[in-house]
T-cell receptor, first 114, second 115 residues
């Protein structure tokens, strides 16, 4: 069964601190993995996308890693800001359908305190 | 910022009412999608479309229906709303080309509450 599991479920950190969010997946055949940021009451916005051959991708203070062998990914946030408070969703796409089906994790709810 | 719009953003209605959630995109994308999301839960695909006059049901069974008469427009309709339909509904679109990695762009969502 294709699944995406994220940890932790929620995380509270102080402004300026770093944090790392985890994603494990069983989706096969694998196409790509994305991290989305979803603010409360808004739609998800893409942060990074990685294909099978990529093992790291950065977008400003966000750095994602991918280990396709162990089917794990992480999202590292550096020097957190209050605006980083949001849900971070790991999304994996398969190659097995013309639709390019997406499999969503439940997200990690990050709260940054001043 | 993706050019995909949803209206209304918030809707509170009584049981038994008919509602239509609007979704429009100006990117010329062929593929469009409707997702349902409850708090703290993952997004579930309820409908999708490959293009005009194409509609398919997604993974999660839904009593809603959709139509795709124009490329840019993908409305979702509930004939008789019930409290179990209370949820957030997200619309998304994507290109058809393989090079796009099927990146989906999401609208802001409609928060539906049925009393």
């Amino acid at each position: 069964k294709n699944q995406v599991e994220q940890s932790p479920q929620s995380l509270i950190i102080l402004e300026g601190k770093n944090c790392t969010l985890q994603c494990n997946y069983t989706v096969s055949p694998f196409s790509n993995l994305r991290w989305y940021k979803q603010d409360t009451g808004r739609g998800p916005v893409s942060l990074t996308i990685m294909t099978f051959s990529e093992n790291t991708k950065s977008n400003g203070r966000y750095t994602a890693t991918l280990d396709a062998d162990t089917k794990q990914s992480s999202l590292h946030i550096t020097a957190s800001q209050l605006s980083d408070s949001a849900s971070y969703i790991c999304v994996v796409s398969d190659r097995g359908s013309t639709l390019g089906r997406l499999y969503f994790g439940r997200g990690t709810q990050l709260t940054v305190w001043p | 910022e993706a050019d995909i719009y949803q209206t209304p953003r918030y809707l509170v209605i009584g049981t038994g009412k008919k509602i239509t959630l609007e979704c429009s995109q100006t990117m010329g994308h062929d593929k469009m999608y409707w997702y349902q999301q409850d708090p703290g839960m993952e997004l579930h695909l309820i409908h999708y479309s490959y293009g005009v006059n194409s509609t398919e049901k997604g993974d999660l069974s839904s009593e809603s229906t959709v139509s795709r008469i124009r490329t840019e427009h993908f409305p979702l309709t509930l004939e008789s709303a019930r409290p179990s339909h209370t949820s957030q509904y997200l619309c998304a679109s994507s290109e058809s080309s393989q090079g796009s990695y099927n990146e989906q762009f999401f609208g802001p969502g409609t928060r539906l509450t049925v009393l």
